[in-house]
């Protein structure tokens, strides 16, 4: 079994620094950034232009579908530490305990404003600069603010740690104001030096083709991802998503050069090689699909989905031996679904038909 190397799933745009400059810091500590996330996926950057894309509803349910994946959630701030590419504050002895004691900040609402780095620290140990913002912000909520408006009048405001000397009071659910003295400003950037967001075509791009995907636009999705392509050849995520694009709009021909290109970008990239293979199956390449079933178990010798489905491969193909060695294979991995009844029956029949032969 081929071990892959560490691997970080990106989503959301990076506000503060470029993807491609991200993936080759990454590259450099022998790992892999990819977009979203995959079954190799250690580590997830939330980007904070998700908060310019989408509702707080949508981001909470994103963080809450990702969280099921087991893979551990990482701001932007904290990425780019991780990385060297982003000096650490300074250290300080709170933990996350402490700043809910003493702010009173629900922890559901504390987890998601660190995730978009409103806090001076991404992670523990906390400084007391944090237990100030914390402070500041139970106050804001307590006020009828949400923690989408903290999050993103914090980003377009300047440094967060500026913020401890401002007095801050909501304005609504979405506005969040500043008072200085006798007068209140909006803290949208306006009144402070706003900055400069890091423009990313790609990143635009492959939002619009995630909308399109989606909504069920596949022929537009796949232009849109390859736009993507066509900024960032080697972005085997895009090209893999145009694959599946092109097989939904039924240009298999296309759909096959696309999970090509993916796997040469990405030679581990296992769900590729799995949805090549049913491409190939539903072509009658059965000999071709078998082979890519069985590379990708080569790299993930625990995927499920690929040894079942190379168990019901071998099982049309009438060899019975085989097919029961790939449903022995995938009891060991899950005996509670539908699926694992389905194997239990083949093996059965397998048994079954290997005592009638004998007989």
């Known amino acids: ?54 509702t707080d509803a949508e981001i909470e349910q994103r963080i809450a579908t990702l969280r099921e994946t087991g893979a551990k959630l990482v701001s932007e701030n904290g990425f780019l530490r991780s990385l060297g590419l982003m000096a ?17 900040l629900d922890g559901r609402v504390f987890d998601l404003l660190a995730l978009f780095d409103v806090f001076e620290h991404d992670a ?10 914390s402070r500041k912000y139970a106050g804001l909520l307590a006020g009828g603010a949400a923690w989408g408006a903290i999050a993103r009048s914090v980003h377009r405001s300047g440094p967060v740690a500026s913020l401890t000397a401002m007095s801050l009071h909501p304005g609504g659910p979405k506005r969040i104001h500043a008072l200085e003295g006798a007068q209140r400003s909006e803290l949208d950037g306006q009144r402070l030096l706003a900055l400069e ?31 993507c392509l066509s900024v960032d050849p080697n972005d085997s995520v895009a090209a893999f998503n145009r694959a599946n694009c092109l097989k939904g709009a039924r240009d298999n021909s296309e759909a096959a050069h ?10 581990d990239f296992v769900e590729a090689w799995f949805n090549y293979a049913g491409l190939l199956r539903e072509e009658g390449k059965i000999e071709s699909a078998r082979r890519h079933l069985q590379t990708a178990i ?10 079942y489905n ?16 790939w449903w022995v294979r995938y009891l060991e991995l899950d005996q509670n679904s539908e699926w694992a009844k389905t194997a239990a029956r083949g093996i059965a029949y397998a048994d079954l038909h290997s005592r009638k032969s004998a007989g």
């Open 1 to 54: 079994m081929r071990k892959p190397d560490t691997t970080v799933g990106i989503v959301g745009g990076l506000s503060a620094f470029p993807r491609r400059l991200a993936a080759k810091a990454v590259a450099g500590k022998g790992g892999r950034l990819r977009r979203g996330t995959t079954r190799h996926t250690s580590s997830v950057v939330l980007g904070r232009t998700l908060l310019e894309k989408h």
């Open 258 to 267: 696309a999970y090509m290109l993916a796997i040469k970008r990405d030679p």
């Open 197 to 227: 967001p890091i423009e990313d075509e790609s990143e635009e791009y492959f939002s619009l083709a995630e909308a399109a995907e989606a909504a069920g636009l596949f022929a537009e999705a796949a232009v849109l991802y390859g736009h």
């Open 310 to 325: 190379l168990a019901t491969l071998e099982y049309d193909a009438g060899d019975l031996g085989a097919a029961r060695r």
């Open 124 to 133: 523990e140990p906390f400084s007391f600069r944090d237990l100030i913002l």
């Open 298 to 307: 080569e790299i993930d010798a625990d995927y499920a989905d690929a040894i």
């Open 88 to 104: 650490a504050p300074e250290q300080s002895n709170l933990s996350r305990q402490s700043l809910l004691d003493q702010s009173r």
